[in-house]
């Protein structure tokens, strides 16, 4: 570790941290939450720069790593505020091109770095200006991952000479576009953000680049040489109150409702040559439930107001159709409650009721049916049905009691639904990106007070798509929580899901481990120095006959038994990398459980290499062993003429499944 980045002592209770937890506390009201988000922002500064002991001698990269909605957010401010603090002068913070997510982070920023001047993506056309705001350090700069707007930055910065200032550059949202959308194609094209944010970063040469994400799939599968590819992770844990995917997903959910999946389709006006002009079913029964559980909210605490999400397609003419659909459901429903001599009265009574008997499976203490009817024949006439896409300028707002919003990429990540209590999902490509769909998930967040209340209706394929990703998260979560500075973080990936969109990826530095697939080192190393080795896996080997099938182990013990297996590099090889394996058996350990077989054969003369993926197996021996769990064919070989020493050669067959797990290398 060289001396700019050496561990040293970091100031925590600064008067820009001290500002910055002051807006914080009136937010937060658990002590634990703050405390843990203290120490996340000194984890974080004691990772970076030094900024006051010149250029490094390597870059300074790393990942703040959160969940969705889990207050990320916090932990850059006080990140910032601790940099400026430290010794930081600059301060960039990058963000969303969507002015609705720009204009929310800036807000932010705004409102707990008091103390600091704050510049938006506008404040450098003027050049002298900007210059002059520059003298006075530390500043902190919010801009808009947009080419133009990053470029006019870094020409604003290079005409203020300020090259000499040390600059904490964080990227929210780091794996949406920053990354060089030109990689599978190989050669020198370079995505234009890619290309300015790589500019920035060599301008500053005191510089820590931070990425900030909650699906960092993309960024661990860079090449481990790579400079979007952290060399150093600090988990974010949410804080009291938040419900994640194990509320919706996990086995004993009850906020899940199936939806027909051809009903889903048939909301999209873009699939048909006439679009419906009826409410399908599971979405009126998901509209009532939204207009049962904001009443029963609106009677215990009046005033507030609650959010509905309908994310079906990324096309602005499905979201056209479907806001119709929704100002048609509000119009109906209207009209057939204030009309209780009508047979519509009827059906929609039976359409909230239905509603209202499900939410008090989860919800406690609900008020009487008649007092919820009668709010929502009160409050449905307030109702706002709010386009929130590209084409349009809405804002997400909670102006009303009920809150319909309808769109697409522009809910799909980064923003924050306050009271959020229903969600009606539909996205179904054909090959999903697990990073994708993960960021969808807006009903994850600080909703505990509210969950009793919350449903989320979809077909079962997609839940089911974030049920694996859910699983897929944790495994990945839990590896980064073991190797924080690990080069490789093997990816768990279930089919039919893919990691992350491949034109950000060096196909040529992607290895995968598939399920159920064996894979071995193609050549030992059968140098003398190896004795001690072999003597040591002789000893803890012993109990092991060659007559035994597969003995039950824990996982432990293989990557402890694989600790003395070394290959040799003289026969190269890319698959069989010891960190890459330990991660892959920690990953399979966390999904499986800790259950693994080994088979151990002695006498045996193999003495040519091997391709990774052939094996050292005789024949019938793959049976030994069950596939249910990770198996290690542990075989010694004896020494040879060629003067090589007797030595142990491994090879290990993965469980079965419907999965592979996902690695990078440099090529």
């Known amino acids: 570790m060289t001396d700019s980045v050496r561990k040293r002592t970091v100031i925590e209770d600064g008067p820009h941290t001290e500002a910055v937890l002051d807006v914080l506390r009136r937010e937060i009201p658990s002590d634990d939450s703050i405390r843990s988000i203290t120490e996340k922002a000194a984890r974080i500064i004691g990772k970076s720069v030094d900024p006051i002991a010149g250029p490094p001698d390597r870059p300074s990269d790393g990942l703040l790593y959160g969940l969705i909605q889990s207050g990320k957010t916090s932990i850059i401010t006080v990140a910032a ?44 056309r003027d050049a002298a200006r900007f210059e002059r705001q520059l003298r006075t350090t530390p500043f902190v ?24 200032l040390p600059a904490m550059i964080i990227d929210d949202e780091a794996d949406q576009a920053s990354l060089n959308t030109y990689t599978s194609k190989g050669g020198s094209q370079i995505s234009r953000i890619n290309e300015v944010i790589t500019e920035l970063r060599n301008f500053f040469p005191v510089n820590t680049y931070l990425q900030v994400t909650a699906t960092p799939q993309a960024l661990f599968l860079q090449r481990p040489d790579h400079r979007f590819r952290p060399s150093f992770t600090v988990l974010s844990e949410p804080g009291p109150g938040y419900v994640g995917g194990e509320a919706f997903f996990g086995p004993e959910s009850r906020l899940l409702k199936d939806v027909d999946l051809h009903e889903v389709d048939h909301l999209r006006a873009t699939n048909q040559p006439a679009a419906t002009g009826s409410v399908p079913v599971g979405l009126r029964a998901a509209l009532m439930t939204f207009l049962v559980g904001a009443a029963a909210k609106d ?110 990429n522009k809910l799909g990540r980064g923003v924050t639904i306050k009271n959020l209590l229903v969600s009606y999902y539909g996205r179904n490509p054909k090959r999903p990106n697990s990073d994708t769909v993960l960021q969808h998930a807006r009903m ?69 481990y598939v399920a159920g697939g064996s ?75 800790d259950r693994a077989y080994l088979v151990v054969r002695r006498g045996r003369d193999l003495s040519q290499p091997r391709r990774e993926t052939r094996g050292i197996l005789s024949g019938g021996e793959a049976s030994l062993a069950p596939t249910d769990a990770p198996t290690l064919f542990l075989y010694k070989q004896n020494a040879n ?25 440099a090529s």
């Not at 470029?151 to 300020?162: S, Y």
């Open 641 to 665: 003429r060629k003067g090589e020493a007797e030595i142990w050669w491994p090879q290990l067959r993965l469980p079965d499944g419907n999965y592979v797990l996902a690695f990078s290398f």
């Open 141 to 164: 700069v919010v801009c808009s991952k947009n080419g133009s707007k990053l470029n006019g930055l870094l020409e604003a910065f290079r005409t203020a000479r300020a090259k000499g």
């Open 81 to 124: 505020g601790m940099a400026a603090d430290n010794g930081f002068k600059c301060i960039l913070i990058l963000t969303s091109d969507i002015d609705l997510l720009y204009d929310q982070t800036l807000e932010r920023v705004r409102r707990a770095l008091r103390g600091l001047t704050v510049l938006g993506k506008n404040d450098w």
């Open 519 to 593: 894979y071995n080192p193609v050549y030992p190393l059968r140098t003398p120095a190896m004795r001690e080795r072999t003597f040591r896996l002789d000893e803890k080997l012993l109990q092991y006959r060659d007559d035994a099938g597969g003995s039950p182990v824990g996982v432990d013990f293989l990557m402890e038994l694989l600790e003395d297996c070394v290959p040799d590099p003289a026969h190269g090889g890319r698959l069989w990398d010891s960190k890459t394996i330990r991660a892959a058996l920690v990953t399979v350990k966390s999904i499986f459980g």
């Open 444 to 512: 994850y967040g600080y909703r505990k007070d509210d969950l009793g209340l919350t449903r989320l209706f979809l077909p079962e394929r997609l839940a089911e798509n974030f049920r694996l990703i859910h699983q897929m998260e944790s495994a990945l979560r839990d590896l980064v929580q073991k190797y924080p500075e690990g080069d490789f973080e093997g990816l768990y990936i279930s089919s039919p899901l893919q990691a992350t969109r491949r034109n950000v990826l060096d196909p040529n530095s992607i290895g995968m």
């Open 299 to 408: 009677i215990r605490n009046p005033g507030e107001g609650y959010a509905f999400l309908c994310h079906v397609s990324m096309n602005t003419k499905d979201h056209n159709h479907i806001v119709k659909l929704m100002d048609r459901f509000k119009e109906e429903t209207m009209s057939a409650l204030e009309n209780s001599g009508f047979g519509q009265y009827q059906v929609a009574i039976k359409g909230l009721k239905a509603a209202y008997n499900d939410l008090t499976t989860t919800q406690p203490g609900m008020p009487d049916f008649d007092s919820v009817v009668k709010q929502v024949t009160f409050f449905l006439h307030g109702a706002n049905v709010k386009l929130v896409n590209a084409l349009s300028s809405e804002e997400i707002k909670l102006d009303s009691v009920y809150n319909i919003f309808v769109g697409g």
